[in-house]
């Protein structure tokens, strides 16, 4: 049978170029990894994948978990983490916690096991210390949703901030009676971007009324049922900000549902900048988070976990962006930063 040192001979490199080329670390020059292709084919060299990768324990394997698939802000993530997994020889497995914290639990048990050689968690539901506990032993980066004081790596946008400008954003229009559908209160993303719709008020010292704050889940479903709810009130908000984007569009059809329209009778505005935003009626303002980044920053630091590498820095908040569309009235296309 040929063994990789045959290869190495005729290819006239040593057995660690062969190992290169075969597990596509990139560190070889195009030349002499078709001298080596043209050997394994030479010498009709099958090579033993699986026992290589048992011996070295590695399955060049990451899985990623994400709270909800049905989202679709997460595809542009995941496409951000695969385009650099691939080009560095890993594939990529999917989980969907379902906004479940118990199967957020089971699928970390792949690090335990050795299914995967690192997890990338866009969900940070499970009990923290359990998170903190395995990242001493396995690589786990954290992205979009955070520990509050962990040392895991994490990506995420300012949650608080953004909030806090898409709300004085609707406040400069004029509104003072806004409702907020928040993300659940469990989730650490719900928190923050209640937080910031309620320093946005302070900060203009408007009354933080309870009865215009709802619990929503993040789901297009509870943004109409939520929203419903508003409209019944006998005083009803003149503006809501809801906390990710599936919830406002939930909100505007629960609107429309009710012979109203947005922005004229009611404005709305979303977080997220998922796809249908902005191919929506009205075209839906929103804060854009920056997706592709978030996902190809926390894969290229997994990369360094997984290779044993000292992170200088452990925190990235990416910039994020509000886009003013149709929805909150302001009805120019402009992009504002501030
Ligand atoms: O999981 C719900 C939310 O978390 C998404 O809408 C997005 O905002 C993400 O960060």
């Known amino acids: ?201 302070a900060q203009n010292n408007l009354e933080i009324d309870q009865i215009l704050i709802q619990e929503g889940d993040f789901t297009y479903e509870s943004g109409y049922r939520l929203m419903k709810k508003l409209l019944a009130l006998q005083n009803p908000p003149t503006a809501v900000f809801a906390a990710n984007d599936e919830m406002a569009i939930g909100a505007i059809k629960a609107i429309k549902h009710c012979q109203l329209s947005v922005p004229e009778d009611i404005a709305v505005v979303g977080f997220d900048d998922i796809q249908m935003a902005s191919i929506f009626e009205p075209e839906l303002t929103t804060v854009a988070q920056p997706t592709f980044e978030i996902g190809s920053t926390a894969m290229a630091l997994l990369l360094s976990l997984m290779k044993k590498e000292k992170l200088n820095m452990k925190q990235f908040v990416l910039e994020e962006q509000m886009i003013v569309r149709e929805s909150c009235g302001a009805k120019s296309n402009v992009i504002d930063s501030s």
């Open 1 to 201: 049978m040929t063994k990789l040192r045959d290869v190495a001979k005729l290819a006239k490199v040593s057995t660690a170029t062969v190992s290169r080329v075969l597990s596509n670390a990139g560190n070889v020059t195009e030349k002499t990894r078709r001298k080596v292709l043209a050997a394994m084919e030479d010498l009709n060299y099958q090579p033993n994948f699986l026992g290589r990768q048992l011996r070295k324990m590695e399955t060049k394997t990451i899985l990623v978990v994400v709270p909800d698939i049905a989202n679709t802000f997460f595809s542009k993530v995941l496409r951000g983490i695969e385009s650099v997994a691939n080009k560095n020889g890993y594939q990529v497995l999917m989980g969907d916690s379902q906004n479940k914290s118990e199967n957020e639990s089971e699928y970390l048990n792949h690090l335990r096991y050795k299914q995967v050689d690192g997890v990338i968690l866009l969900t940070a539901r499970t009990t923290p210390h359990l998170v903190e506990e395995l990242s001493d032993s396995y690589p786990i980066v954290l992205a979009c949703e955070y520990l509050e004081g962990s040392n895991i790596p994490t990506v995420s946008i300012d949650n608080i901030s953004s909030a806090r400008k898409i709300t004085s954003h609707l406040i400069k229009l004029g509104h003072h009676r806004i409702a907020h559908i928040a993300g659940p209160k469990n989730v650490i993303l719900g928190r923050d971007r209640l937080k910031g719709f309620e320093q946005a008020l």
